[in-house]
T-cell receptor
Framework: DTEVTQTPKHLVMGMTNKKSLKCEQHMGHRAMYWYKQKAKKPPELMFVYSYEKLSINESVPSRFSPECPNSSLLNLHLHALQPEDSALYLC?????????????FGQGTRLTVV | AQSVTQLDSHVSVSEGTPVLLRCNYSSSYSPSLFWYVQHPNKGLQLLLKYTSAATLVKGINGFEAEFKKSETSFHLTKPSAHMSDAAEYFCVVSEGGNNRLAFGKGNQVVVIP
């Protein structure tokens, strides 16, 4: 199994809603990532978990809250988002803490904030 | 810190003709280099990677790339474009150990029938 699975594929939420994005991998990878991608742009790193601990937070607003319940799962909790947060949210994983091996990406969650 | 330059944000090729996407990088260390493809509203799929082994790297779907240290380049080529190659292509560099990937701005490839 070389897949990273993200749910849901599409999400529409109001600015007062609370929702969560989920990501799962069963490759035994020990680093997991959240990226945000706007249209026609490359992905931007948001968070990195390494061995289930948050190792990088790229100064992301607190309305985004990551969680890594175990080595296979990664969540992104969303609360009080703004319309400019609408984007494709990608989850990725790598075998270890370095990135000399390739990152495996999920299909993404298309988030629309209304 | 590493960085990646991809010129020609939009590339149009005729079906059956060669594809060339240029990538230049800067890195303080010996980098790992990757090319990813992204179809509309999809995730990124790895095409090929260079991680200090052979400098000519073959990937999926007939793509290949050559690592040239002296030119700090990692250009992507395919001899004959197919309609299914229409997508966004990202060149990515990693120095390893810091969990950060540097993405180029991407090439939007259009294949003309």
């Amino acid at each position: 199994d070389t897949e990273v699975t993200q749910t849901p594929k599409h999400l529409v939420m109001g600015m007062t809603n609370k929702k969560s994005l989920k990501c799962e991998q069963h490759m035994g990878h020990r680093a997991m990532y959240w990226y945000k991608q706007k249209a026609k742009k490359p992905p931007e790193l948001m968070f990195v978990y390494s061995y289930e601990k948050l190792s990088i937070n790229e100064s992301v607003p607190s309305r985004f809250s990551p969680e890594c319940p175990n080595s296979s799962l990664l969540n992104l909790h969303l609360h009080a988002l703004q319309p400019e947060d609408s984007a494709l949210y990608l989850c990725a994983s790598t075998r270890g803490t370095g990135t000399t091996t390739e990152a495996f990406f999920g299909q993404g969650t298309r988030l629309t904030v209304v | 810190a590493q960085s990646v330059t991809q010129l020609d944000s939009h590339v149009s090729v005729s079906e059956g003709t060669p594809v060339l996407l240029r990538c230049n990088y800067s890195s303080s260390y010996s980098p790992s280099l990757f090319w990813y493809v992204q179809h509309p509203n999809k995730g990124l799929q790895l095409l090929l990677k260079y991680t200090s082994a052979a400098t000519l790297v073959k990937g999926i779907n007939g793509f290949e790339a050559e690592f040239k240290k002296s030119e700090t380049s990692f250009h992507l080529t395919k001899p004959s474009a197919h309609m299914s190659d229409a997508a966004e292509y990202f060149c990515v560099v990693s120095e390893g150990g810091n969990n950060r990937l540097a993405f180029g701005k991407g090439n939007q490839v259009v294949v003309i029938p």
